[in-house]
């Protein structure tokens, strides 16, 4: 950089705080830096630490006053504003409650109560009564941004406004109805918080909904009956006792989505050779097993041992599964591939940066379980001046 760069281009200082790269406003972008938000007392500071100090509260280490602590003392002491000073009007002019400024002298639970009370009026310019308790458990989060940008999303407005308006019923059922799912799920989860929908498992409902509207995509009617009782007795009935002694995870449901596919793929197959799961025979289960991929036989498993058991289709043999053995290439191996791609001229620039990152920086699973302690050196800069300690992980 010449003279005339350095004379034109911003200063870039460090946030008193967290230390990370900021700049003035309105100097352009510095690739690594933010803007400063605030001059404080203690420096510039960056609209992260800024917001983080303004949802900070506690007893002051200097009045001992229970209040917001955005300051900091010399020490790292945590002051209120008024110990602190400098730091400028946190008080709330509409409810004198400190916290964050909103919008012109209003904090963000005020700013988000007028979110909620809009978004959950029935039409009488009030909240649904059976509404309330959901209303109370938003406004009362401790970071209120957080909720306003949720609330400033067109998916939640319409869910609440739908219930609100009582256009589904307040029910599990009906609740989950309303498009889309991730965020009806979302809201549901918070009615069951604060009480106004009964406990459930979540994962178990999930799998409940699902179900019927997968069952209805398959077109062959003996098909759909025999993955219906496949559903009923051997995936629903494990899964809601499971239920009743402690919530379920997201693998076990997720599992007899697998398997469900794979049996209906597998109904589908044997339709396509001319047969039927009655007549199956041993070349049809050993077919599968030596064309189709590992995940899809151990997917298929649970089924053609159900299906046996139950007398659906001929006691055959299901071939046991094999473990295939991970092959690492050598260390030569990997720099002669790396030589080969970095000069091959015929392979597409995109797919050689792609290779040479693989190649460079990728490790296969089993090569980190074989790392120690002794194998990764840590270091640290110098932390004077305030500079940010910096850790460099060096494996051999």
């Excluded at 200097?62 to 009007?89: H, K, N, S, V, Y």
């Excluded at 999930?206 to 009956?225: V, Y």
């Excluded at 379980?369 to 194998?375: A, G, P, S, V, Y």
Aim: net charge positive; hydrophobic share 35%.
């Amino acid at each position: 950089m010449n003279a005339t760069d350095r004379r034109h281009s911003p200063a870039v200082g460090r946030c008193a705080r967290c230390a990370r790269p900021i700049r003035t406003r309105g100097t352009g972008p510095i690739p690594g830096s933010i803007a400063v938000a605030r001059q404080w007392p203690d420096g510039p500071v960056c609209s992260g630490c800024v917001a983080k100090a303004v949802e900070t509260f506690g007893v002051c280490d200097c009045c001992g006053i229970d209040r917001m602590l955005p300051g900091r003392g010399p020490d790292g002491q945590r002051w209120c504003t008024e110990c602190a000073g400098g730091l400028g009007d946190f008080t709330c002019t509409r409810c004198g409650r400190e916290g964050w400024i909103e919008q012109r002298g209003v904090c963000g639970w005020c700013v988000l109560h007028g979110h909620v009370s809009e978004l959950l009026d029935d039409g009488t310019g009030r909240i649904r009564p059976e509404l309330q308790p959901l209303a109370d458990l938003i406004c009362s989060m401790d970071r209120p941004r957080s909720g306003i940008r949720w609330l400033t999303r067109p998916e939640p407005q319409g869910i609440l406004r739908a219930l609100a308006h009582g256009q589904v019923q307040l029910t599990h059922e009906g609740v989950h109805t309303l498009p889309p799912v991730k965020s009806s799920i979302y809201v549901r989860d918070l009615m069951v918080a604060c009480g106004i929908l009964a406990p459930v498992d979540r994962f178990l409902f999930l799998f409940e909904q699902w179900w019927p509207e997968w069952l209805a995509t398959i077109e062959d009617d003996e098909h759909r009956k025999t993955l219906r009782h496949f559903i009923t007795w051997h995936i629903l009935r494990p899964l809601r006792q499971a239920a009743a002694h402690g919530p379920l995870r997201y693998t076990a449901p997720e599992r007899g989505r697998r398997n469900l596919r794979k049996a209906a793929w597998f109904l589908h197959h044997l339709t396509i050779r001319g047969r039927t799961l009655h007549d199956c025979t041993q070349a049809d289960i050993d077919h599968v097993y030596a064309t189709e991929n590992h995940s899809l036989r151990e997917d298929l498993r649970p089924f053609l041992r159900w299906a046996m058991n139950t007398r659906r289709m001929p006691k055959l043999h299901i071939p046991s599964a094999k473990e295939q053995p991970t092959t690492l290439i050598t260390q030569q191996q990997r720099i002669d591939l790396i030589r080969r791609i970095h000069t091959g001229e015929q392979i597409e620039l995109a797919d050689r940066v792609l290779a040479l990152l693989v190649l460079v920086y990728a490790q296969p699973l089993a090569r980190i379980q074989q790392l120690t302690i002794d194998d990764i050196q840590s270091t640290l800069d110098d932390m004077h001046n305030g500079d940010l300690a910096r850790g460099v992980l060096q494996i051999g």
